[in-house]
């Protein structure tokens, strides 16, 4: 199994930065990819990066040159660089991590919220 605790959210004005924080642990070695995903009230669950254990990321066409999805392999963490912020950004953010192909697991979300 594998254990995820998000970090980083908070309020920001618009056109402001935050870092998103994702520190992993249990079987982090069996991790195919791990991603952050993102939640508005009334809205699905989207999203937002994604990243392979080769380091191959993958974006939203929504924050493509905004956000930036990173890892680090010593740190068991994983990042998510956010610039250029707007009002639409906010949401509950959550880590995901995909083990084995086959297991999602779930971070407890942390908000974002993004002042005009």
């Known amino acids: 199994q594998v254990q995820l605790v998000e970090s980083g959210g908070g309020l920001v004005q618009a056109g402001g930065s935050l870092r998103l924080s994702c520190a992993a642990s249990?079987?982090?070695?069996?991790?195919?990819?791990m991603g952050w995903y993102r939640q508005a009230p009334g809205n699905e669950r989207e999203l937002v990066a994604s990243i392979t254990s080769g380091g191959s990321a993958n974006y939203a066409n929504s924050v493509k040159g905004r956000f930036t999805i990173s890892r680090d392999n010593a740190k068991n963490t994983m990042y998510l660089q956010m610039n250029s912020l707007k009002p639409e950004d906010t949401a509950v953010y959550y880590c995901n991590a995909l083990e084995r192909l086959r297991y999602h697991y779930w971070g407890q979300g942390t908000q974002v919220t993004v002042s005009s």
């Open positions: 249990g079987s982090i070695f069996s991790i195919n990819a």
